[in-house]
């Protein structure tokens, strides 16, 4: 069990890029049209900003925000699927005999977003990428819990996912929209989450559990759970 406050938070999907926006989305949640809108990272130099895929451009839209003035921030970056658009094009020059972009490699790899991210605000704090599975999310408040526990005043946690090409439809089938959640993360015991081990069914959810918690902030709901194997999460907010 590990306690912690949610301080601010952050999140972005296509035309959903405001609190009152996902407090009306929260409320009464739908499928988003299929669309390539990106966010807005005009904050980031024009030549990095022509290098990011659009996951990229999430995760610094919802992290740069909560970021602002602190220094020594560590970061947990959390994705199950990855860059998956970069991923199908390599896969695609390769199946065709094309040479391979080093650019498109590089930045197709599960850790590019910490390490863009480290050179773009010259930050050296830990940081750590995570490929988890159904309860990614969990996993990555572990591990910010255990930085929080090692003494950082706050930690950001980033859990983003893209939409996969339809190549990847029989495969990938947890991402109804492209989406991104920033938590900013300090000391405290507004929020407890435990685990507990059962024989259990994947939660059968129609939203990503990021997207649920979320729902539980705004609906100001004291609590959610999810199951993903043999784990049960259970998320408690103080009342």
Not at 23 to 48: E, G, K, N, T, Y
Not at 83 to 110: C, G, K, M, N, Y
Not at 133 to 148: I, N, S, T, V
């Amino acid at each position: 069990m590990i306690n912690f406050n949610i301080a601010q938070w952050r999140a972005w999907a296509p035309g959903l890029d405001s609190v009152d926006a996902w407090r009306a989305w929260c409320h009464a949640p739908a499928l988003l049209a299929q669309s390539d809108a990106a966010p807005d990272v005009s904050f980031l130099p024009a030549m990095q900003r022509r290098r990011l895929g659009r996951l990229a451009r999430m995760a610094f839209s919802v992290g740069w925000p909560l970021a602002e003035g602190l220094r020594d921030l560590p970061l947990v970056f959390v994705s199950r699927h990855g860059e998956t658009p970069r991923t199908l094009d390599i896969l695609s020059d390769l199946a065709t005999d094309q040479p391979l972009s080093p650019t498109q490699f590089s930045l197709s790899v599960h850790n590019a977003v910490i390490g863009l991210w480290s050179i773009l605000r010259n930050e050296t704090s830990e940081m750590t990428a995570l490929a988890a599975a159904g309860d990614g999310l969990e996993h990555g408040m572990l591990e910010a819990a255990a930085l929080l526990n090692e003494g950082a005043p706050a930690v950001l946690l980033v859990i983003t996912e893209e939409q996969p090409p339809g190549a990847y439809a029989r495969w990938i089938n947890d991402v109804p929209f492209p989406y991104a959640l920033g938590l900013l993360l300090t000391p405290g015991d507004e929020w407890q989450l435990a685990l507990h081990t059962a024989t259990v069914q994947p939660s059968e959810t129609q939203w990503p559990h990021a997207l649920n918690l979320l729902r539980t902030l705004l609906t100001e709901q004291e609590a959610c759970q999810h199951a993903w194997k043999n784990r049960v999460w259970n998320w408690q907010r103080k009342p």
